[in-house]
């Protein structure tokens, strides 16, 4: 496998990543029991999984 198709896997596992925090996070805002808030930092997975998909995606363009 090509450098190329390293970064675009690596691109989706974080595109991923993004989704399943989003719908994470849209979950925990929308939860009937207040009290069950949970300890996971969604809003910061997804920040770091934008951030992510933006590099890799950059330097996916970018190696081809």
Wanted: hydrophobic share 55%.
């Amino acid at each position: 496998m090509t450098t190329q198709g390293w970064l675009w896997s690596a691109d989706g596992a974080a595109l991923a990543l993004l989704l399943v925090a989003t719908v994470a996070d849209h979950r925990r805002h929308h939860r009937r029991d207040l009290d069950a808030a949970g300890w996971m930092p969604w809003q910061g997975l997804q920040v770091a999984g934008f951030i992510a998909l933006l590099v890799l995606t950059t330097l996916a363009l970018r190696a081809g």
